[in-house]
């Protein structure tokens, strides 16, 4: 069974870094790329960033220059470092995998874990 574990989440000061890890179980063997989302309080999930397994990399305009998503391929663990964080960073940020089972593209979510950015 793919699983989806974040971690790495918490409370910090606007100007801060946090970097959240995302660990997958039971690798598919037709992993296609692995997505960071976030959801603010009232809002609608909005895309952070994307990752190819092969290591292409794709940003929402928000977070260029200040967010890096990285994968550790052995160790099934995607990362998002985030650097210069702001207050409307405040969020839950998910990591979501995109794979191929049976010739059909799915995807699995995490269970999200809470970044909290003060001003």
């Known amino acids: 069974q793919v699983q989806l574990m974040e971690s790495g989440g918490g409370s910090v000061q606007a100007g801060g870094s946090l970097t959240l890890s995302c660990v997958v179980s039971e690798t598919p063997y037709r992993w296609l790329k692995m997505s960071w989302y976030r959801q603010a309080p009232g809002k609608e999930r909005e895309f952070v960033s994307s990752i190819l397994r092969a290591g292409t990399t794709t940003y929402a305009d928000f977070v260029k220059g200040r967010f890096t998503t990285s994968q550790d391929n052995a160790k099934n663990t995607v990362y998002l470092q985030m650097n210069s964080l702001k207050a409307e960073d405040t969020a839950v940020y998910y990591c979501?995998?995109?794979?191929?089972?049976?010739?059909?593209?799915?995807?699995?979510w995490g269970q999200g874990t809470q970044v909290t950015v003060s001003s």
């Open positions: 979501n995998l995109d794979y191929i089972v049976r010739g059909i593209e799915v995807n699995r």
